[in-house]
Each structure stands twice: as structure tokens, then as C-alpha cells.
């Protein structure tokens, strides 16, 4: 009797808990054709985790239903030096995972695959995204349970990581700061010599200018 | 979100409670591209009483600016700022539904702008959620939380400085490149001016010439 009750009242919590999972997500609007992107500037050996869920409008019912099997999203992603590292095909509900190897920009797109104008029905595809970046993208559960540790250990563990993703941060900020201070070195050494140059031009050009004329003018015995 | 498989039913009771009465999370935290004359909206459903802040920043193009827009799901504008570089606003939900706020760059006839927005709703949830969440915490697991909470501001602030240095060397790269340009644009037009100016001056008395000879036999 207490086992049933109990079954049942875990049912409904799960239930619950998956509503919720469905719900309590960032999202937004892709057209058929759109290409959404988004920026990711991170340091070296990070590891980003994407959880993305699409629904698709269904006009009969009027709301947003999870999308057909056949639709899905192209993710690609691309490092600091436009060089492709991830770019695949998921089903409607996907997730994908990627470690940066070079500091910098990463770039992840997605766009849908559907290749049937009318099934988007002239309506939205609506995308929850989750993106998840070094520290964050870690399961502390999963590593608890893994590695068996206390509850004391485990928020350790935690400090550990931020402190880890903090320093990496640092060494990706001072590599910045030197690419930084090599651009403006170069602006500043291309001031200093285009002025040089410029006003060595302007008066080779005003001599040339003088005495040009000046034999021009004795040939045609006006000086 | 992990589904953890505990031993006992009474475990995973438990766990699932405790994550229902934390209020669900999300922590979003993007950066895009917002092309010029474009709008971009982002929705988030979000239950009565959480605690939320949206915090934006543009980090490249034109101005730096954008405009934001926080409405409820009654479509009552909580928030708006016209051409803002950055800002903060935190606030509690009053209703259950979906909120929406958006970007828009529509002031904007060539420059595209890339955006930064993070989007905490609710607080952090539990690492560790167990039996024992009513009895108080030990002075080492307080000293723990602590920390954690110092470091969770320092990684805020690292981001925000990551972006303002971006913006900064966004900028230097722009002036390097319109400093080579418009010096070689520069002494062009200087060739080309003096040369043209002793070419003209030279048809001037050139044709002076032919018209005497002409006048005179």
C-alpha cells in the first residue's frame, strides 16, 4: 500500500520534474533559412557542453510541439582561425561537446536542415539553448558519484575547478594583452614613419615641382 | 538536466523535492551577432518569486550601443533603455509565464554589433543535494560556500574585463588599419595632385603659344 503510494507520488514528482525540464529554458525564434550564431571567447583546453531542444509550431493545435523526426539542426563550430571543429547533424533534440584547443573566438552556428520549405508552415522553429563553459560544464554529480566522494570533497573538488578555469582565464588575458600591445605598436610605429615618408614626398615633389617648371619656362623663353 | 539514479526511492524523492523547491535554474549566458536593422528576442518562462538579472554589454561595432527590452508575460515593459553600452537590472518575478527581452540594433543603418547578455534566473542549484539539508552546515562546508561565492564574483568580473578588453583591442585594430589606408591613400593623392598641377600648368602656356603664332601670320 505505502509502495504504491509512493510509486505514484515519485511518478508525478518525475513528471513534474521533466515538465519543468521541457519549460525552464532560454529560447528563441529561427527562421527556416536563418543561421543563428553565437560567440564563444574562451581560453585554451576548455570544454563547452550545447543542449538544444526544438519545437515546432503546430498550427492545428495552436502552440509549440516538439518537432517532427525528420527536422534537425546543423551545428557547427568554428575555431579562432576559421578552421572547422565541429559540424554535424542532430535530430531535433541534441547536444553537443567540444574542448578548445586554441584560445580565442569560437564560433557556434546552427541552422535547421529542412530542406521542405512548407513544413516550417510559414511559422517559427522556436530553440531552447543551454551552453555550458569550462567549470560549469561539469557534472558534479556524476564526478561524485565516480569518484566517491564526501560532501566535503565534492565542494573542494568544485573550488578546484573554478580556480583552475580562473587561471586559465589570467594566462588567456595576458596573451591578449600582448596582441593588444602589438597592434598599438604597429599603430604607432605606422604614424611615425607615414609622416616621415609623407613629408619627405611633399618636399621631394615641391623641388621637382620648381625646377621642372623653372626649365619649362627657360625652353620656352619666358624666364 | 542529469537525472541521478540514487539506490533508495526514498533518496530519489527526496532529490527531485529538493530541486523542485530550489526553483530551477538557468544561468544563460550568450554572446551573438546582431546585424544592423535587426531585432533579436529571447524568452525564458519563469516562475512567480525568482530573483532575476539580466546584465547586457556590446562589445564590438559602431557605437557600442544597443537598445534592450524586458516585457512580462503580460507584455508590460519592465525594463527599456534606448542605446545603452551596459547595464544591470535585477528583478523579481511577479507572474508565471514567459518573459521576454530583446535586442535591437534597428537604429543602426551599416554597423553590425555583437552582444553579450547573461540571464540568471534563481539561485544556484545545490552541488550535493542529500539527506542531511536541515541540519546546518559545518564551518569548513560554510568556509567552502564562501569561497565559492568569492570566486563565482571574481569569474564575473574576469568576463566583464575579457569583454571591455575586447571592445579596446577592437578598437586599436580598426585605427591600425585606417592609419595604413589613409596613409597610402594619402600619398597617392599627393603624386597625383603635384603631377596634375605641373601638367596643367604646362597646357596653360602651351596653348598660350600656339594662338600667338597663329595671330601673328
Known amino acids: ?223 | 538536466m542529469c537525472s541521478v539514479m540514487y539506490g533508495s526511492p526514498r533518496v530519489l524523492l527526496q532529490v527531485l523535492w529538493a530541486q523542485l523547491l530550489c526553483g530551477w535554474v538557468l544561468g544563460s549566458e550568450l554572446t551573438f551577432e546582431l546585424p544592423d536593422n535587426a531585432k533579436q528576442c529571447f524568452y525564458e518562462d519563469i516562475i512567480i518569486g525568482t530573483k532575476c538579472t539580466l546584465e547586457f554589454q556590446v562589445v564590438t561595432g559602431g557605437h557600442y550601443d544597443v537598445d534592450c527590452r524586458l516585457e512580462d508575460p503580460d507584455g508590460t515593459t519592465l525594463y527599456k533603455e534606448m542605446k545603452k553600452q551596459y547595464d544591470s537590472f535585477t528583478f523579481t518575478a511577479a507572474k508565471n509565464g514567459t518573459y521576454k527581452f530583446c535586442f535591437s540594433n534597428e537604429f543602426s543603418t551599416f554597423t553590425h554589433k555583437t552582444v553579450y547578455f547573461d540571464f540568471q534566473v534563481g539561485d544556484d542549484p545545490p552541488l550535493f543535494p542529500n539527506e542531511n539539508r536541515v541540519t546546518a552546515l559545518t564551518q569548513m562546508e560554510s568556509a567552502c560556500v564562501s569561497i565559492h561565492e568569492a570566486l563565482k564574483s571574481v569569474i564575473d568580473y574576469q568576463t566583464h574585463f575579457r569583454l571591455r578588453e575586447a571592445q579596446g583591442r577592437s578598437r586599436a585594430e580598426d585605427l591600425n588599419t585606417r592609419v595604413a589606408f589613409w596613409s597610402i591613400g594619402e600619398a597617392i593623392i599627393l603624386l597625383v595632385v603635384s603631377i596634375s598641377q605641373v601638367v596643367l600648368l604646362r597646357s596653360f602656356f602651351s596653348d598660350k603659344k600656339t594662338t600667338t603664332t597663329r595671330v601673328g601670320s
Not at chain 1, 2 to 8: C, D, G, K, L, T
Open chain 1, 1 to 223: 500500500m505505502a509502495a504504491v503510494r509512493m510509486r505514484s507520488c515519485v511518478l508525478s514528482v518525475l513528471l513534474l520534474n521533466v515538465f519543468y525540464s521541457f519549460v525552464s529554458s532560454l529560447y528563441f525564434h529561427i527562421g527556416e533559412t536563418e543561421k543563428k550564431c553565437f560567440i564563444e571567447e574562451i581560453p585554451d583546453e576548455t570544454m563547452i557542453i550545447g543542449n538544444y531542444r526544438t519545437q515546432l509550431y503546430d498550427k492545428q493545435r495552436e502552440e509549440y510541439l516538439p518537432a517532427t523526426q525528420g527536422l534537425g539542426m546543423f551545428v557547427e563550430v568554428k575555431d579562432p582561425d576559421d578552421k572547422v571543429i565541429l559540424s554535424r547533424q542532430y535530430g531535433s533534440e541534441g547536444r553537443f561537446t567540444f574542448t578548445s584547443h586554441t584560445p580565442g573566438e569560437h564560433q557556434i552556428c546552427l541552422h535547421s536542415n529542412s530542406s521542405k520549405f512548407s513544413l516550417f508552415a510559414g511559422g517559427m522553429l522556436r530553440v531552447h539553448l543551454d551552453i555550458q563553459v569550462g567549470e560549469h560544464a561539469n557534472n558534479y554529480a556524476e564526478i561524485a558519484a565516480k569518484d566517491k566522494l564526501t560532501e566535503l570533497q565534492l565542494r573542494v573538488r568544485q573550488l578546484v575547478e573554478q580556480v583552475d578555469q580562473i587561471q586559465k582565464e589570467q594566462n588567456y588575458q595576458r596573451y591578449r594583452e600582448e596582441r593588444f600591445r602589438q597592434t598599438s605598436e604597429s599603430t604607432n610605429q605606422r604614424v611615425l614613419w607615414w609622416s616621415i615618408v609623407q613629408t619627405l614626398i611633399l618636399v621631394a615633389i615641391g623641388i621637382w615641382q620648381m625646377r621642372h617648371l623653372k626649365s619649362f619656362f627657360e625652353a620656352k623663353k619666358l624666364v
